[in-house]
């Protein structure tokens, strides 16, 4: 396996998964496809293929990250601000060592990490 970068993680494997569940919930609420894409930054496919499990299912959430995203799409709708809601979504998902696991999944980790499995060294308080 090769080194993967924890951005790249982000990158391929929660970003996707973030927009799968966005758009789930949205269509809970009632949004179209269409509405979801424009309030998402997506074309109406992507929001098609997430919501058919076609994209984004490289990972599963638990239900306290699942809880978090239901609590960040409340926020998206009242703000409209969603790199923020994503942004603090990634902080929570690294700091509770689920990227790092996806990490060992995918990727090769950086020995750091096998040298000190309990800590998470691409989480910083410069990073947060």
């Known amino acids: 396996m090769k080194a993967v970068m924890p951005q790249e993680i982000e990158v391929w494997y929660i970003l996707p998964a973030l927009r799968r569940e966005f758009s789930k919930i949205l269509v809970e609420k009632g949004l179209s496809q269409r509405e979801i894409a424009k309030k998402l930054y997506l074309t109406e496919a992507a929001v098609s293929q997430y919501l058919h499990g076609k994209r984004g299912n490289d990972l599963e959430f638990d239900e306290i990250t699942a809880n978090d995203i239901r609590g960040s799409v409340e926020i998206f709708l009242k703000t409209g601000n969603l790199v ?13 060592k689920l990227l790092c696991k996806i990490h060992e999944k995918y990727g090769t980790l950086p020995e750091e990490c096998k040298l000190y499995p309990n800590e998470i060294i691409c989480v910083t308080e410069e990073n947060n």
């Open 84 to 96: 923020g809601e994503f942004q603090q979504l990634c902080t929570k998902i690294r700091k509770s």
